[in-house]
């Protein structure tokens, strides 16, 4: 079993990540273990969780969720596809992403 994930940080951004032990990822991250963008912005907690049946899948939706923007994400961790969807429909193709958020 995989896992995507996405982290509240202490100054408000969203850390999004893929691991095969949730439980141990998120404590490595809250202990400031993992070293980068979550190490710097503690405490760190945990705000969506998904499970996937292979790595490949879990590495796609993290790369697919870090395109997205920071309404995007939160619409789908509060399970608003219908809003997912709309945003989705907003960005023009080709346009770049607006970053993490």
Known sequence: MFWVYIL??????????????LEHRIVLHRNGECEGYTATRLPVELAWSQDCSTREE???????????????KEAMMRGDWQ??????????????????G
């Open 83 to 100: 809003e997912v969807a709309r945003l989705a429909r907003r960005r023009k193709k080709g346009d770049p992403s607006t970053g993490s």
């Open 8 to 21: 509240r940080c202490a100054d408000g951004s969203y850390y999004t990540g893929h691991t095969d032990d």
């Open 58 to 72: 879990a590495l796609s939706a993290e790369r697919q969720i870090k395109g997205w923007n920071r309404k995007k």
